[in-house]
């Protein structure tokens, strides 16, 4: 049986922390945008940045303002 190493990712990586129904509800409607955002709140998470599901909302919030929508979230 295979080892993995300290901070190896498994085959097939981790579960995501935040999907599009969350940006659903912060009212975004479904389009490419969700793609960008979400991948780039996926790549935070595998790269240790995003921990916890909260902190894959807040990057989500944030990647969609940067793209110019205006999204809140408490």
Do not use: C
């Not at 991948?39 to 909260?54: A, I, K, M």
């Amino acid at each position: 049986e295979e080892q993995l190493k300290f901070n190896e990712i498994p085959v097939g990586g981790p579960k995501p922390l935040v999907g599009g129904d969350f940006l659903i509800q912060i009212g975004l409607t479904p389009g490419p945008h969700f793609k960008t955002i979400l991948d780039e709140v996926y790549e935070n998470q595998l790269d240790g940045w995003v921990l916890t599901p909260r902190m894959a909302r807040v990057s989500a919030v944030v990647k969609a303002r940067d793209l110019g929508f205006d999204v809140e979230y408490k």
